[in-house]
């Protein structure tokens, strides 16, 4: 069983950045791959990034490779995604999710969520 609580979502400008933290409870978070996913309102969750377990590969969405950064700290049992160069499109509820046996981009790989973070890109 893990936990996710994420956090650090908020208001920025356009052109700002953010980092957003997802920490997982338990001794088992290097077991896990992880991701980011968003939902903005009226559209389906989608994919952001992943990390795999080891921490060794990463994958992102065309929409924000370049500009998002996926990674994960074992000591603090916490996965981040620094997000620069904010847009307005990015903004959207943001979740983490731990996936024991994919490393993937499809939510139904993942096997427990957090609550979810509220970021707004606003002017």
């Known amino acids: 069983q893990v936990q996710l609580v994420e956090s650090g979502g908020g208001l920025v400008q356009p052109g700002g950045s953010l980092r957003v933290s997802c920490a997982a409870s338990g001794r088992t978070f290097s077991s896990y791959h992880m991701g980011w996913f968003r939902q903005a309102p009226g559209k389906e969750r989608e994919f952001v990034a992943a990390?795999?377990?080891?921490?060794?590969?990463?994958m992102y969405a065309d929409s924000v490779k370049g500009r998002f950064t996926i990674s994960r700290d074992y000591a603090k049992n916490t996965v981040y995604l620094q997000m620069n160069s904010l847009k307005p499109e990015d903004t959207a509820v943001y979740y983490c999710g731990a996936a024991l046996a994919y490393w993937s981009r499809r939510q139904t790989d993942y096997d427990y969520w957090g609550q979810g973070t509220q970021v707004t890109v606003s002017s």
């Open positions: 990390i795999s377990k080891s921490g060794g590969s990463t």
